[in-house]
C-alpha cells in the first residue's frame, strides 16, 4: 500500500512538472537608478517620446547622433529638468530626473558601466558616441 502511494506521489509530481512551460531567460535587472529613471519615463514621458523613445507626438530621444547639441548629461539634466514634463515643468524631484536622464543615456549606450548619474559627474559625460 505504502509503495502504492509513494508511486502515485511521485507519478503526480512528474505530470505537474511536465505540465509547467519551460521558464523564458529573463533580462538582468537594471540597477537601482535606471530602474527608477525606467519608471518615472514610462509614466511621465513616453505618451509623447515613445514607450523606448523612438518619439510619438515628441521628438525621439534614442538613436545616432539624437542628444548631441546637449554636449553633455549636465546640460541634458538643466534642460530637460526646465521643460519636462512638456505639461508641468519642473515637477519632478531631481533625483527623478536624474534617473530619467541616466534611463535616456543608457537607451543610447551613452551611459558608461555602472555610473550612477549626478551632479558630481554629469560634466563628464559626453553624449557623442565614442568612436
Known amino acids: 500500500m505504502r509503495l502504492l ?3 502515485s506521489l511521485l507519478l503526480a509530481l512528474f505530470l505537474a512538472s511536465a505540465q509547467q512551460p519551460p521558464s523564458q531567460p529573463q533580462a538582468p535587472a537594471l540597477p537601482p537608478q535606471l530602474a527608477l529613471g525606467q519608471k518615472v519615463y514610462l509614466e511621465k ?3 509623447c517620446h515613445g514607450q523606448k523613445g523612438e518619439g510619438g507626438s515628441a521628438h525621439p530621444l534614442v538613436g545616432p547622433g539624437r542628444l548631441r547639441g546637449y554636449g553633455d548629461a549636465l546640460n541634458l539634466f538643466n534642460y530637460t529638468k526646465l521643460t519636462m514634463p512638456f505639461d508641468k515643468p519642473q515637477s519632478l524631484k531631481d ?9 535616456i543615456l543608457h537607451l ?3 551611459l558608461p558601466k555602472d555610473l550612477v548619474l549626478s551632479a558630481k559627474n554629469a560634466k563628464d559625460v559626453k553624449l557623442t558616441p565614442s568612436r
Not at 95 to 103: C, D, L, N, R, T
Open 108 to 110: 543610447n549606450n551613452l
Open 5 to 7: 502511494a509513494a508511486a
Open 45 to 47: 514621458c513616453a505618451l
Open 95 to 103: 533625483e527623478e530626473y536624474w534617473a530619467v536622464v541616466a534611463y
